[in-house]
């Protein structure tokens, strides 16, 4: 069973930075394209940041140049490193993975930005 387990998020004031990481097991991690969503209440989950196995990345437009998405292959980890954060930026955060053909989920990390 694929788990990812998610830590990070809180409370941060306008202006301020937080991190996000999502842990899994090595199989996961090694072999799988790597991303965050995020989601607000009565909408859809929304595509974030995506790390391929090779580091290639990729940003919704929102938050290109203020996010940093990486690999830690020492702790089969992937940050998400938020700079500059909005308030438009509050919103529960879930790790995603895409392994042997299935979507699989973190349990999900409130993000709150104050202005």
């Known amino acids: 069973q694929v788990q990812l387990v998610e830590s990070g998020g809180g409370f941060v004031q306008s202006g301020g930075s937080l991190r996000l990481s999502c842990a899994a097991s090595?199989?996961?991690?090694?072999?799988?394209?790597m991303a965050w969503f995020r989601q607000t209440p009565g909408n859809q989950r929304e595509f974030v940041a995506r790390?391929?196995?090779?580091?290639?990345?990729m940003y919704t437009d929102s938050v290109s140049g203020r996010f940093t998405i990486d690999r830690d292959i020492d702790t089969n980890t992937v940050n998400l490193r938020m700079n500059n954060l909005k308030p438009e930026d509050t919103a529960v955060y879930y790790c995603?993975?895409?392994?042997?053909?299935?979507?699989?989920w973190g349990q999900g990390t409130q993000v709150t930005v104050s202005s």
């Open positions: 995603n993975s895409f392994y042997e053909g299935k979507d699989y």
């Open positions: 090595r199989s996961v991690f090694s072999s799988s394209v």
């Open positions: 790390i391929g196995t090779g580091g290639v990345t």
